[in-house]
């Protein structure tokens, strides 16, 4: 099993930035890659960002331009750069580490429980 730990969340205004981070623990092999998603009240949980186990990069186009991810694997911790935040941008943000299997190919999703974001004047 894999442990994922975020924080970092908060009360923003908007225009203003945030870093959330994600520690993660336990089984950490056959990692394919590690990003977040958010949920907004009322909403499906989006994509926001991904990095994989390569170091490529993508980003929802909501976000582009705006957030960055990056990943420092000697801590196994995955972080968030949020700038130019807006009230769109308000939600639960989850960190995700998908597992990939060598031999079946086969994903396992793992998620953390969720760190809030406001972006709120």
């Known amino acids: 099993q894999v442990q994922l730990v975020e924080s970092g969340g908060g009360l923003v205004q908007p225009g203003g930035s945030l870093r959330l981070s994600c520690a993660a623990s336990?089984?950490?092999?056959?990692?394919?890659?590690m990003g977040w998603y958010r949920q907004a009240p009322g909403k499906q949980r989006d994509f926001v960002a991904r990095i994989t186990s390569g170091g490529s990069t993508n980003y929802s186009d909501s976000v582009k331009g705006r957030f960055t991810i990056s990943r420092d694997n000697a801590k196994n911790t995955v972080y968030l750069q949020m700038n130019s935040l807006k009230p769109d941008d308000t939600g639960v943000y989850y960190c995700?580490?998908?597992?990939?299997?060598?031999?079946?190919?086969?994903?396992?999703?793992?998620w953390g429980q969720g760190t809030q974001v406001t972006v709120s004047s």
């Open positions: 995700n580490l998908d597992r990939r299997n060598p031999v079946t190919q086969g994903i396992t999703s793992f």
């Open positions: 336990g089984s950490m092999f056959w990692i394919n890659a």
